[in-house]
């Protein structure tokens, strides 16, 4: 039997979450059914029925850019620093701590432990920008990592970009973190790139924080888009994205970074964009808008007739679906039909499906949860080198 999957007798089963209002939009929801069959979504009823009165279903969310290996960490640096490299000469000392000790932490359990901050923020689907691990990365790990794309780090540390970019699928998207900082050396990367034959409509610049008017002319003309990470930009550079370019209507998506930069998970990330961006225009950044630009075509980031079955389910307050992204308590998780989180009130609903293997996760700040996950074992990996007390995205783990 699958582990809190939607499942009966070893075969996967129809459930109807029903009583909810259903997310359809960032402004507009209704009292629907939704009723999953295996990995996939549909309106309408089956049974048996999980009553969900006084819920709201959104989407699951989209983490466009996260290194998910460095969560555990703490911010490193004092900014603010003129570009990306003089903030990585900084702060790689590898034989010093805080570093020295985090590396000791298994790279397996790192990972983990980054899906962890993304799944109880209500993240299902996150673009970890470095190389995947399939070893790591399957069926079991907290959320989906998307798989299928191209990557470079950028400029400054990827001497074989050209052929990272040749070598990226014409349909999947290729990422490089560009124009990360204020100075003439970030803002000429735009024109580095376009040289190198590597600005397309497939490209998507991670921060452009240094975009000017020519820059942003340059980039719209070639269709790409942007990954935005404004609590990192704000920790390592001073500033983040013009308002310029957040009106431009350049594609954005919303991404964390690390604990090394970022202030903590994917809601605090929006906290810090709301300063900047509508809230409509944030919620396309972590569901539609992050889904086209990073090339998902099962459904991701929206709740429609025969997508994946990616859903969160949080306290109906009479909220916008919008509104509901800045107070995230998920009190239900589902990542391709598949009970990945729940809260404690949500599993005495849910009693007719399996909880086995879950275990009590709580994060500081954050809530308290069931996860799908040998928590007990993750948290001992990390004690052994850290010590009693850690944290995740800035955050106390309790486990």
């Not at 048996?48 to 989407?59: I, M």
């Not at 995947?132 to 400029?155: C, I, T």
């Not at 990226?168 to 100075?183: Q, W, Y």
């Not at 991404?255 to 202030?263: F, N, V």
Request: charged content about 20%.
């Amino acid at each position: 039997m699958t582990r809190g999957a939607l499942v009966a007798h070893g075969r996967a089963s129809c459930a109807t979450l029903t009583g909810a209002r259903v997310a359809r939009g960032a402004t507009g929801s209704e009292c629907l059914d939704l009723t999953i069959r295996g990995r996939l979504l549909h309106f309408g009823s089956a049974a048996p029925a999980v009553n969900l009165e006084g819920y709201l279903v959104l989407p699951g969310l989209i983490n466009a850019h996260d290194h998910l290996e460095f969560n555990l960490f703490p911010r490193l640096g004092r900014g603010p620093y003129p570009n990306a490299t003089s903030w990585a000469a900084d702060i790689h000392r590898p034989g010093d701590s805080p570093v020295r000790e985090q590396l000791r932490v298994p790279k397996p359990v790192r990972l983990w432990w980054g899906g962890i901050k993304n799944l109880v923020a209500g993240v299902t689907s996150v673009l970890h920008h470095n190389p995947y691990q399939p070893e790591v990365f399957g069926p079991d790990f907290p959320v989906r990592v998307v798989e299928r794309f191209g990557w470079a780090h950028s400029l400054r540390f990827s001497p074989d970009l050209a052929g990272r970019y040749a070598a990226t699928p014409a349909d999947a998207p290729f990422l490089i973190h560009a124009c990360e900082g204020s100075d003439a050396q970030a803002r000429d990367e735009v024109y580095q790139l376009d040289a190198a034959g590597v600005l397309g409509v497939s490209t998507v610049l991670v921060h452009g924080v240094a975009l000017d008017a020519a820059g942003l002319a340059l980039a719209r003309r070639r269709g790409v888009s942007l990954v935005w990470c404004p609590s990192a930009n704000r920790f390592t550079l001073g500033q983040s994205l013009s308002h310029d370019v957040l009106k431009s209507g350049i594609p954005i998506a919303l991404g964390t970074d690390s604990a090394m930069t970022g202030e903590g998970d994917l809601t605090d990330e929006l906290r810090v964009a709301r300063r900047d961006a509508d809230l409509a225009h944030l919620y396309r950044m972590v569901t539609t808008d992050a889904a086209r630009i990073l090339r998902l075509q099962s459904g991701e980031g929206e709740i429609r007739d025969g997508g994946v079955a990616d859903v969160v389910v949080v306290a109906d307050r009479g909220q916008s679906p919008a509104e509901a992204l800045f107070d995230m308590q998920p009190e239900l998780v589902l990542i391709g039909g598949r009970i990945r989180l729940a809260s404690e009130a949500m599993a005495g609903r849910l009693k007719a499906f399996p909880f086995q293997g879950f275990q009590a996760l709580r994060i500081e700040g954050r809530g308290r949860w069931l996860i799908d996950g040998d928590v007990p074992a993750l948290a001992q990996s990390v004690r052994d080198v850290l010590g009693d007390e850690f944290r995740l995205a800035g955050k106390r783990v309790a486990a």
